[in-house]
């Protein structure tokens, strides 16, 4: 299982007066998250100490989920691109 820092977003957000046409509302965190697992407790990311995760939340209106989706996409595609 991730981690997750959603709560956390979640009562910024809830916090908040925003109207229908502020939106697109967009969090990002990149957070630290430190874990202690025991020997054979995990696969994969075996014995793990600390991972820095990106954490990112997106509140929009309905119309405007194609537009956002494809303005995430793009930042992904130039983001590999340049690596």
């Known amino acids: ?10 009562q ?9 046409r502020d939106m ?11 874990r202690d697992e025991k020997s054979g407790q995990l696969s994969g990311l075996t014995r793990v100490r600390a991972i820095t995760q990106d954490d990112g939340h997106l509140f929009c209106r309905v119309e405007q ?11 992904i595609k130039e983001f590999y691109g340049t690596l």
């Open 24 to 34: 697109p509302i967009r969090y990002f965190e990149p957070a630290t998250i430190y």
């Open 12 to 20: 910024i957000f809830a916090d908040n007066d925003f109207s229908y």
């Open 65 to 75: 989920i194609k537009e956002e989706v494809k303005v995430i996409t793009d930042i």
């Open 1 to 10: 299982m991730k981690p997750m820092n959603c709560p956390h977003h979640m």
